[in-house]
């Protein structure tokens, strides 16, 4: 993406389709002038957004009217992209609003690019790299849970959390160094221990922070949740179940699926993306057989797999549940276990549970055994932090204010890198490549 600031830009910012109002957005240097070329009405730049209803007509004084639109005018900085910004809210449906675009390129904008309004937003300084995000996050939210968490990352509390984290980090820095120039045997039993009550709080909030950055990234991208068994295991009577329809073909015949079939699904707020593959067995005919290598490639990327079988059993992995079909059909029964059926719809609720639970305990920085999948930037300092600051030298048996203070030194600055980063051209083209088209 090249977006250049001294070029003038334009898009639809509704949807398309059938609707009462379209919003075509204009941003830069020359979006006032734009609008007057559209208008025919010149308006007196002030700090305090103006509104005015006209009428719209194509630069080319032939052209007939366009429409009757409502246009607001935003001076920079006080926009959303920081720059001059005009958008025009005309009559939906796919005519008109492509009608008013043509004529904004007529007068001198381009075709904004994906992202390119929030990117410019980004480089003005309206919003933070991590707001940024949080804004595609929202776009994309397909939970209410999802959707709050990207609401809390644009409201800046994460920035804010991160920073104070430093602030933190960064005082306990300087008391040790403070306490460096100082005789050992001068510092008291109540200053070491006032440090190591510094770095165990510490170390929990960056847990905290931790914690809460997992159960984003879970939210944004959806957990993979694949059903896998035999053939006739009652994979698609499960699905079919959770889902509330028969998506999947249901059939006594053995390898009746032999492709994923993939369905997004909200247990208690998160987003599932769950996938019924072909059952796992030997087979002569080469379409099932590759559904069947299709299965067990997604049983590998999965965040959880569900394990179905008749009988209980033990999970043949930690991101495993086990889950007993027909389950009518069973005397005994185990904790390690969920009995559900799909003909009666007995035990979904506990599925539902278990599945939810898995995924908190995934959000959970203790409970992954160091498992640390799928970590960004912001995640590698944190967890170089929270390994400096819970190091042996801040044990009580073992404390070290020499080795403490290089520890809290090195946990300052790399928080405060990752506060004050220099983002790279291709990690901002990489985030704002998955917006729309603006």
Avoid at 124 to 141: Q, T
Avoid at 175 to 182: G, I
Avoid at 275 to 281: C, E, I, M, N
Wanted: charged share 25%; aromatic share 6%.
């Amino acid at each position: 993406m090249n977006s250049d600031s001294s070029t003038t830009i334009a898009a639809i910012a509704t949807a398309p389709g059938k609707a009462g109002v379209a919003a075509i957005r204009v941003s830069g240097p020359f979006a006032w002038d734009i609008a007057k070329a559209l208008t025919g009405k010149t308006i007196e730049p002030t700090s305090a957004p103006k509104v005015l209803y006209s009428s719209l007509r194509h630069p080319d004084e032939k052209r007939d009217l366009i429409d009757d639109a409502l246009v607001l005018y935003f001076k920079a900085p006080r926009s959303y992209t920081g720059e001059d910004v005009v958008e025009f809210h005309c009559h939906g449906g796919y005519i008109t609003p492509n009608r008013v675009l043509e004529a904004c390129f007529a007068a001198g904008a381009r075709l904004a690019e994906r992202g390119e309004f929030t990117r410019r937003a980004f480089l003005n300084g309206k919003l933070s790299y991590e707001e940024a995000e949080s804004v595609i996050d929202l776009i994309d939210a397909k939970t209410s849970r999802a959707a709050a968490s990207a609401l809390e990352g644009l409201s800046g509390n994460r920035s804010n959390e991160l920073r104070s984290l430093y602030d933190k980090t960064l005082a306990l820095s300087s008391r040790l160094e403070y306490s460096l120039d100082v005789d050992e045997s001068d510092l008291t039993d109540e200053f070491t221990l006032s440090i190591q009550n510094e770095a165990l709080e510490l170390t929990r909030d960056l847990k905290l922070v931790l914690k809460r950055s997992r159960e984003s990234k879970i939210l944004r991208r959806g957990s993979l949740v694949v059903l896998s068994g035999e053939p006739n295991i009652g994979k698609s009577s499960l699905m079919n179940a959770l889902l509330g329809e028969n998506r999947a073909i249901v059939s006594d015949i053995a390898g009746t699926t032999r492709d994923s079939i993939e369905e997004w699904l909200d247990i208690d707020g998160w987003p599932i993306r769950l996938v019924d593959t072909a059952g796992l067995r030997d087979t002569e005919d080469s379409i099932e057989a590759e559904g069947v290598e299709r299965s067990k490639n997604l049983m590998a990327q999965a965040d959880i797999v569900l394990q179905l079988v008749e009988k209980p059993c033990s999970p043949s992995s930690k991101k495993s549940i086990v889950v007993v079909t027909k389950c009518d059909l069973i005397a005994t029964k185990s904790s390690e276990c969920v009995f559900t059926s799909a003909k009666t719809l007995e035990g979904l609720d506990d599925l539902r549970l278990a599945i939810a639970r898995m995924l908190e305990r995934n959000a959970d920085l203790t409970a992954v055994d160091g498992d640390y999948a799928y970590t960004n930037g912001r995640e590698d300092a944190l967890l170089s932090s929270l390994s400096l600051l819970s190091s042996e030298s801040f044990k009580v048996e073992s404390f070290d204010p020499v080795l403490a203070a290089n520890d809290a030194r090195r946990a300052a600055q790399i928080l405060g890198e990752a506060i004050g980063a220099e983002y790279s051209s291709d990690l901002i083209d990489n985030l704002f490549s998955r917006f729309c088209v603006g």
